[in-house]
């Protein structure tokens, strides 16, 4: 009964490649997020959802798609792989109507780019 | 733009002792802040957080005190045991406008307790 899971959590590919990375939540929540941690460990917001709805796309390279069929998923796409995307990669959820946003996280993917 | 300075990357603390984890934010529309733990492998897991309305929230051993005026938070963590070894991140957001939902973290500090 894992709260957010994500699938895989190891993802080891070559440069150039599309891969995707998908994400589950059974807690009810209305708004999902995708995170990145880099090399220097800082947790940096992607994306968010809410209610299937884009509310918070950051700078992030166009190669990377967020799609949430219902609000309990949120994949994320990544088209031509880069060194660079080489990180670990975090899902969380919440629900923001409470005003509190304690959001829960998965377990990560660590995504290897060769 | 770094919103939320966690200054002190590692700390270590003797079992039993107080951990004292220090966290600084610049923007004042921040009005509710968290701490989370991460153990390697996993992904960061609530522990606490704090309302601006209030200046201190205590769950069992771990206690977070805001400084509003001094734009400070610290989590202390009595008594620290080795379980309690993990990086800690600290976070803030802005409950309402359009930052809804976002949450600005800090760079984490390593938690390291000795027996």
């Known amino acids: 009964d894992t709260a957010v899971s994500q699938t895989p959590k190891y993802l080891v590919t070559q440069m150039g490649n599309d891969k995707s990375i998908k994400c589950e939540q059974n807690l009810g929540h209305d708004t999902m997020y995708w995170y990145k941690q880099d090399s220097k460990k800082f947790l940096k917001i992607m994306f968010s959802?809410?209610?299937?709805?884009?509310?918070i796309n950051e700078t992030v390279p166009n190669r990377f798609s967020p799609k949430s069929p219902d609000k309990a998923h949120l994949n994320l796409h990544i088209n031509s792989l880069e060194l660079g995307d080489s990180a670990v990669y975090f899902c969380a959820s919440s629900h923001i109507g409470t005003g509190r946003n304690e959001q829960f996280f998965g377990p990560g993917t660590r995504l290897t780019v060769l | 733009d770094q919103q939320v300075k966690q200054n002190s990357p590692s700390l270590s603390v003797q079992e039993g002792r107080i951990s004292i984890l220090n966290c600084d934010y610049t923007?004042?529309?921040?009005?509710?802040f968290l701490w989370y733990k991460k153990y390697p492998a996993e992904g960061p897991t609530f522990l606490i957080s704090i309302s601006s309305i209030k200046d201190k929230n205590e769950d069992g051993r771990f206690t977070v005190f805001l400084n509003k005026s001094a734009k400070h938070l610290s989590l202390h963590i009595v008594p620290s045991q080795p379980g309690d070894s993990a990086v800690y991140f600290c976070?803030?957001?802005?409950?309402?406008?359009?930052?809804?939902?976002?949450?600005?973290f800090g760079r984490g500090t390593q938690l390291t307790v000795w027996p």
């Open positions: 923007n004042s529309m921040f009005d509710y």
């Open positions: 976070a803030a957001s802005a409950t309402g406008g359009s930052t809804l939902g976002r949450l600005y």
């Open positions: 959802y809410n209610n299937k709805e884009l509310i």
